[in-house]
């Protein structure tokens, strides 16, 4: 589960307002035999109403879950204990998901969509019209959006799309103070921006000078993706984004809602823990923190700790426990 691997999905109250999944519209509106079908929900609306988030899991897939004719929605899988593959058709082909944590699937109403498939599937998804995606393309690059349908006929596999997903949804949960709005609405413009860059968006006219544009922040994370495990400082990650790095540290937050560095510290311990649950060929814990840019072990296990609330040995045997034992929830 996002924010604490070891803590089951529960029934919370939403972002915005606060209220059960019995008052999300999207469940609410769907027929009972829809309803059935959730195990366990939590959601949330955001701030400015320009996306729902959801952590659901469910016994089986289904199609036209409350999608609006202008909407899109996008799922990261987080768990399945689904013995198939997941049959998926955005109207641009059909393909399989295979029950891989981490793949995510980008579709809208638009352009007609299938899910075919016996879980249970525990997933986070995120829903917003396509216009707000639209407006995020104008004003920070000054064309039309690109096309995306191919974003629609596979599964994605993108670490820095997985993690600002989890991060938005961990900062839902925390609440909606103006500091928080302003870090859930930077992790909302990062979304919009990775799927840009996805779907091969142009260079921007001319950099914001108020914010970062998408895609110089998308530049920034893909080297630090590139160089994980090795030393990065503000020179490599300014040079990369081609801006001044006195400005970079600075407007980098004011777009994200992270310093730089605490956010490349999250993208190692987000590489730290698919090492770790890696059971068909461990790392130790010292090939784990040089490979993913610890200056040795120690640093690597205070740092997880101070991430997860665990050590990284804890975080291994739970998720061996887990996997052995509780498959699912």
Request: proline residues 5%.
């Amino acid at each position: 589960m996002a924010g604490n691997d070891n803590t089951p999905v529960t029934d919370k109250p939403g972002g915005h307002p606060s209220q059960g999944v019995e008052g999300w519209h999207r469940h609410s509106s769907s027929p009972g035999w829809v309803k059935s079908l959730f195990l366990e929900s939590e959601f949330y609306v955001s701030p400015r109403k320009s996306f729902e988030i959801a952590h659901c899991a469910v016994a089986e897939a289904f199609t036209h879950f409350g999608i609006g004719e202008h909407e899109y929605f996008m799922s990261l899988l987080v768990r399945s204990g689904a013995r198939n593959p997941l049959e998926v058709d955005f109207g641009c082909g059909r393909f399989l998901r295979k029950n891989h944590p981490g793949d995510i699937v980008f579709g809208g109403y638009q352009a007609g969509n299938s899910l075919k498939g016996v879980g249970p599937f525990e997933s986070i998804g995120i829903y917003f019209p396509t216009n707000v995606i639209k407006e995020q393309f104008t004003q920070s690059t000054g064309e039309d959006i690109p096309d995306l349908s191919p974003l629609h006929s596979g599964v994605i596999r993108d670490e820095p799309l997985m993690f600002f997903l989890t991060q938005l949804l961990h900062e839902s949960r925390r609440g909606q103070s103006s500091g928080h709005c302003l870090v859930i609405d930077g992790l909302f413009q990062s979304i919009i921006g990775r799927i840009a860059t996805l779907g091969g968006m142009k260079e921007p006219l001319s950099l914001q000078h108020t914010k970062l544009s998408p895609r110089t922040v998308s530049r920034a994370i893909d080297y630090m993706q590139a160089h994980l495990g090795e030393s990065i400082g503000l020179d490599e990650l300014s040079a990369a984004a081609e801006v001044h790095k006195g400005h970079f540290a600075r407007l980098f937050k004011k777009t994200v809602g992270e310093t730089p560095m605490r956010f490349l510290s999250n993208l190692r311990i987000q590489k730290a823990k698919e090492l770790l649950r890696n059971t068909q060929s461990p790392h130790t814990l010292e090939e784990i923190a040089r490979q993913c840019g610890f200056a040795n072990k120690s640093h690597f296990s205070n740092e997880f700790r101070r991430q997860t609330g665990v050590t990284p040995g804890t975080f291994r045997v739970s998720t061996l426990t887990s996997s052995a034992i509780r498959p699912f929830l």
